[in-house]
């Protein structure tokens, strides 16, 4: 059973920062892709950036440069280091992990940006 549990969330002011972290339980994560994902109220959810179990990593264009996407295959956690904030950055971040067939999603962590 794999279970994910996002922390980090808060409210920052623009320009500020946050890291997000995200711990995966069960016994594969070290062969899962990760990724975060966004949702802003009233918006679909959409991607924010993915990490492979390579390390290999991708960015939606409006973070790139701001973000940064990075795990920890012994601790089973992964991290979203976001710098730069902007308002619109305001939504629920989720955790999702995935490998071929299955994906899980974690319960969310609000971030707010505003002064």
């Known amino acids: 059973q794999v279970q994910l549990v996002e922390s980090g969330g808060g409210l920052v002011q623009p320009g500020g920062s946050l890291r997000l972290s995200c711990a995966a339980s069960?016994?594969?994560?070290?062969?899962?892709?990760m990724g975060w994902y966004r949702q802003a109220p009233g918006k679909q959810r959409e991607l924010v950036a993915t990490i492979t179990n390579g390390g290999g990593t991708t960015y939606t264009g409006f973070v790139k440069g701001r973000f940064a996407i990075s795990r920890d295959n012994a601790k089973n956690t992964v991290s979203l280091q976001m710098n730069s904030l902007k308002p619109e950055d305001t939504a629920v971040y989720y955790c999702?992990?995935?490998?071929?067939?299955?994906?899980?999603w974690g319960q969310g962590t609000q971030v707010t940006v505003s002064s």
């Open positions: 069960g016994s594969i994560f070290s062969i899962s892709t």
């Open positions: 999702r992990q995935w490998v071929p067939g299955r994906e899980y």
